[in-house]
């Protein structure tokens, strides 16, 4: 793989999110997020759609995608995906307390609002499957509990 999934993941601040609603609907969105080791930590209000489906099917799809900005093909951007795993974090436990810390880290103060807005809570989002694109030719699967860096690789076939 000619680009560490996890380096191009660092570059980027926001993911969309897919999740299903009680009538199998799909709702995608977009949230800011961090990341700690090999899992994705979001903070959404009570008041999204997001969080009652996230509450109710605890598995999502998740996509992090470079910017249309800084692609260089439309049709080829950077990408990748997952299949998570939704874990709801109690308020004030050490794992709330240290992604709040990140993310204070990585947005600046303006993430404070997630700790004084009692109706936002914290996902822990923990890949089960995924897909790096990095352009045509270049598509990796994660081997399935694997997920640093090692992929198996596929292309595209030309007529």
């Not at 977009?30 to 994705?40: D, G, R, T, V």
């Not at 998740?62 to 995906?81: G, P, Q, W």
Request: aromatic share 12%; proline share 2%.
């Amino acid at each position: 793989m000619k680009q560490n999934p996890w380096e191009f993941i660092d570059t980027i601040q926001t993911m969309a999110i897919s999740s299903i609603n009680d009538n199998g609907t799909a709702h995608t969105s977009y949230a800011p997020f961090i990341k700690n080791e090999q899992k994705f930590y979001i903070c959404i209000s009570a008041m999204a759609k997001h969080t009652y489906n996230i509450l109710n099917n605890e598995t999502i799809s998740i996509m992090i995608i470079e910017d249309e900005s800084k692609s260089t093909n439309l049709f080829a951007r950077k990408r990748v995906t997952f299949d998570v795993q939704v874990t709801s974090i109690e308020r004030n436990s050490l794992i709330f307390n240290g992604a709040m810390t990140l993310f204070r880290d990585k947005f600046g103060n303006s993430a404070g609002i997630y700790e004084s807005m009692q109706d936002f809570q914290l996902f822990e989002l923990s890949p089960v499957s995924g897909r790096a694109v990095f352009g045509f030719g270049e598509a990796y699967d994660f081997i399935e509990g694997d997920f640093g860096g090692n992929a198996t690789g596929m292309g595209h076939q030309s007529k």
